[in-house]
């Protein structure tokens, strides 16, 4: 059975710093773009940041470049996004997703494109 299975979300305060993971089984993660995006409560799912199978090609939203950082460990099946100097507004479930093998990291990102696995979510809080 395929499944992604997202973790390490939690409560942070603003400025603080948190390392999502998202662990594939049932399927080898490396053969696809992988991809994070958050939802905020009353708010659209939105692409957060999005990864190559290769990890050659990241794509991050205006909002979190500069803070975020995706990385895969094709090895251990994982997508990994290192979360830095957090604020309020990065507030929100966050999923990871897996494309097909025809979708492409910035097509998933920008375009909500070729989303093909979703994991169940890990709840990111920044709050002081």
């Known amino acids: 059975q395929l499944q992604l299975v997202e973790s390490g979300g939690g409560l942070v305060q603003p400025g603080g710093s948190l390392r999502l993971s998202c662990a594939a089984s049932g399927f080898a993660l490396d053969s696809y773009p992988v991809g994070w995006f958050r939802q905020a409560p009353g708010e659209e799912r939105e692409g957060v940041s999005c990864?190559?199978?290769?990890?050659?090609?990241?794509f991050y939203a205006d909002s979190v470049k500069g803070r975020f950082t995706i990385s895969r460990d094709n090895a251990k099946n994982t997508v990994f996004l290192q979360m830095n100097s957090l604020k309020p507004e990065d507030t929100g479930r966050y999923y990871c997703?897996?494309?097909?093998?025809?979708?492409?990291?910035?097509?998933?990102?920008?375009?909500?494109?070729?989303?093909?696995?979703w994991g169940q979510g890990t709840q990111v809080t920044v709050s002081s």
């Open positions: 997703v897996a494309g097909s093998e025809f979708s492409t990291a910035v097509a998933m990102c920008r375009r909500a494109v070729g989303l093909n696995s």
């Open positions: 990864i190559s199978t290769s990890g050659g090609i990241t």
